[in-house]
């Protein structure tokens, strides 16, 4: 018989509309799989864990991370997304070795482990040789976490990979062959631990022919397209999604990241043709992509994930976006309710809630990821991607409302025990990997790529001390 785990007593907020939050609940997993929720189950010969007071959580899915730039974390606290284009992509990029994607990828994956993030969308823009991608999905797999390996393209230069030689668009395609050999080789089947997808630039970065190459691509291999749009006026005066449409290239489970600029037209177009969204609010905001328009995506039906895009800039766990999405989303709000000139006495109408919020960072990202049939909420059947967070820490007790804790108290620190397909990989707040030979391999990779770039204006000295 499978190994069993029985979790109980836990506050269960369990994102399945059929089982709601169950408070004094409990959780039997067998083998890599939720077995059942309820009250009062027993399981003679499970390794029972008491959760009491504590509050399960599926694992969170962060929908779009370029995982590579771990090795190079917070190297650009103070950039935009104009000078980030310039000073990680044009810079660093063309340096990194495959070794470098291995140690960023394994210690990216690993934070995702510690913060409670089972799933991880990883955004691997750093195909610069074949040797690249299997760096890349060795350092996923030795994680032990469920990702998405979206394989994307090479990042050698602006000019070659964005913009295009004349600035009119990139003449550059994935590699077709070689993402074939990556499917063949690694995702033969759907149902891993890692799954495939496809990272591609569109329209307004590329060149007609390169995008319908890419997106019919992405057709024969079977696997969803995750791409950039509406960032800042990358595609805004343009239009990327109308640019899509008028190639007939807008297909199912497609998602757009950032979308912050999206016209009503082209909203339209995302729910019309089943596709979705990725949010980076801390990025979004801070870096100037735009608003992250979680309350257009909801309001017209279109799945919401967030996401951390970047650790060059921020912190990349999803207490993060849950805050700065909470924040932005309801202070967008209000503003609008300053310039309707309410009395002050009237709330804000429409806000958004905690409970949406949860929902995004959980089984909404799963749609987003194109995984919600195996994970995103506690239900029998699903995987078994589960989180305790701590209900007795300092910061949050004492608990009224458990989605409240985990939305507006909790931080990593409270990430008790993390379970990702059925087995534990964190309990009792510490990582059941070992951390000195990854970390000594990013720290390396880290002292390589910063010994290989000129200084960047805003950098302390401590990297080069
Ligand atoms: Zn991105």
Same mark, same amino acid.
């Given at each position: ?75 650009? !606290? ?45 955004? /691997? ?31 050698? /230069? ?11 668009? /990139? ?36 060149? !007609? ?78 870096? @100037? ?38 924040? /932005? ?14 009395? @002050?006495?009237?709330?804000? !109408? ?116």
């Amino acid at each position: 018989m499978a190994e069993r785990i029985l979790i109980r007593g836990a506050y269960v907020l369990s994102q399945d509309p059929a089982i709601g939050e169950v408070l004094g609940g409990d959780v039997l997993i067998e083998g890599d799989t939720i077995a059942q929720v309820g009250k009062g189950l027993s399981a003679a010969d499970a390794q029972v864990i008491d959760a009491t007071g504590d509050i399960l959580i599926p694992g969170f899915i962060d929908t779009h991370r370029h995982t590579w730039e771990t090795s190079i974390r917070t190297c650009a !606290p103070d950039y935009a997304l104009v000078t980030y284009f310039s000073g990680i992509l044009d810079n660093f990029a063309p340096k990194y070795r495959p070794e470098d994607v291995y140690a960023a990828n394994l210690w990216g994956a690993l934070e995702c482990a510690n913060a409670g993030i089972t799933t991880l969308v990883d955004w /691997s823009h750093i195909i610069n040789t074949p040797a690249h991608a299997d760096a890349g999905i060795q350092g996923l797999q030795e994680s032990g976490i469920r990702s998405v390996y979206a394989y994307g393209f090479g990042n050698t /230069s602006l000019q070659a990979w964005w913009f295009g030689p004349d600035y009119t668009g /990139s003449v550059e395609r994935i590699d077709g062959a070689d993402a074939r050999r990556i499917r063949q080789q690694y995702f033969s089947s759907d149902d891993g631990l890692i799954t495939m997808g496809l990272a591609t630039r569109g329209t307004n970065f590329c060149k !007609p022919d390169v995008v319908r190459f890419e997106w019919e691509l992405a057709k024969e291999l079977g696997v969803n397209i995750t791409v950039h749009v509406a960032m800042d006026r990358f595609g805004y005066t343009k239009g990327q999604l109308t640019g899509l449409r008028d190639m007939d290239l807008l297909y199912p489970n497609t998602t757009y990241v950032h979308s912050s600029h999206l016209t009503d037209e082209e909203w339209l177009l995302v729910r019309d043709s089943g596709g979705n969204v990725s949010l980076a609010p801390q990025i979004e905001l801070q870096m @100037g992509h735009g608003w992250a328009p979680a309350q257009k995506a909801e309001e017209l039906g279109i799945p919401v994930g967030l996401s951390s895009d970047v650790a060059t800039t921020a912190s990349a766990d999803q207490f993060t976006q849950m805050h700065a999405i909470f924040a /932005s989303e309801r202070g967008r709000r209000h503003a609008a309710s300053w310039d309707e000139n309410l009395d @002050g006495l009237t709330p804000t !109408p429409d806000l958004i809630s905690c409970r949406q919020v949860l929902r995004w960072a959980t089984i909404d990202g799963a749609k987003v990821a194109g995984i919600a049939d195996r994970t995103g909420s506690i239900t029998p059947g699903k995987k078994a991607d589960l989180v305790i967070i701590d209900g007795h820490a300092v910061n949050v007790a004492p608990i009224i409302d458990p989605v409240a804790a985990v939305v507006c108290a909790a931080d990593i620190s409270n990430v008790d025990t993390v379970i990702v397909d059925g087995r534990i990989v964190k309990s009792g707040g510490k990582l059941h990997a070992s951390l000195d030979g990854p970390r000594k391999a990013v720290e390396e990779s880290r002292d390589y790529l910063v010994s290989k770039v000129e200084p960047q204006a805003g950098w302390a000295v401590a990297a080069r001390a």
